[in-house]
């Protein structure tokens, strides 16, 4: 089945305890993406990879990392995870690289607690 | 700067009753434009987009150029209907995606 996949689902972790979140994609997509998702403010982009070994910063970066050395990976780091980093995660491809144009197809999201 | 409002964070509405979700959007370009949608557990996906011009699960929504807006519109709701929607602009200039900050939608039996 074509799919975006994540993994864990679900993270309680403490400030300052390194994490890692994974994405993966089924489908050859050459841009991939990070969002976080939070009441009142909705999707905001954190990074993207237009392909591997391209990425660039999103509108909230700060505190975050992420490497794409193969196509279908795009894990997101948290070096030292903060509480206001506690949010709802969504990965997210697309076929290319012209998001404006292409359809999304997200993750089922991550959801974190850092304590 | 580019921008998407969603000015209603929920939208309670009776089955049957006409649904309007309202989106306006901000930039001064050629736009492209999307409805998301999150069902309860779901992943968010993708409803409809202005260029297709379709309707899905009877939902419709018209580009007004003039209004700067993408409402979605169904004549008929259905409990089923209950979900969070996101409307989307694409921005070719920066190959950039901007979401609103959501509409809850909560249809009534």
């Known amino acids: 089945e074509a799919q975006v996949t994540q993994n864990p689902r679900y993270l309680i972790t403490v400030t300052g305890k390194k994490l890692t979140v994974t994405c993966s994609q089924n489908?050859?997509?050459?841009?991939m993406s990070w969002y976080r998702q939070d009441p009142g403010l909705g999707l905001r982009q954190i990074y993207y990879?237009?392909?591997?070994?391209?990425?660039d910063k999103g509108d909230v970066p700060e505190g975050y990392k992420v490497s794409r050395k193969e196509k279908r990976n795009f894990p997101l780091i948290l070096e030292s995870p903060s509480p206001n980093q506690t949010s709802l995660y969504f990965c997210?491809?697309?076929?290319?690289?012209?998001?404006?144009?292409?359809?999304?197809?997200f993750g089922p999201g991550t959801r974190l607690l850092v304590l | 700067a580019q921008r998407v409002t969603q000015p209603e964070k929920l939208l309670s509405v009776f089955k049957g009753a006409p649904v309007e979700l309202k989106c306006n959007y901000s930039?001064?370009?050629?736009?492209?434009l999307f409805w998301y949608v999150q069902y309860s557990r779901q992943r968010l996906q993708l409803l409809l987009r202005?260029?297709s011009r379709e309707s899905i699960k009877g939902f419709t929504a018209d580009l007004n150029k003039g209004e700067t807006s993408f409402h979605l519109k169904k004549p008929f709701a259905q409990e089923e209907d209950s979900a969070m929607y996101y409307c989307?602009?694409?921005?070719?200039?920066?190959?950039?995606?901007?979401f609103g900050t959501g509409t809850l939608l909560a249809v009534q039996p």
């Open positions: 489908m050859n997509h050459e841009y």
């Open positions: 930039y001064s370009g050629s736009p492209e």
């Open positions: 202005h260029i």
């Open positions: 990879s237009m392909n591997v070994e391209v990425t």
């Open positions: 989307a602009l694409g921005v070719g200039a920066t190959n950039k995606l901007i």
């Open positions: 997210a491809s697309s076929l290319s690289p012209r998001v404006a144009l292409e359809t999304q197809y």
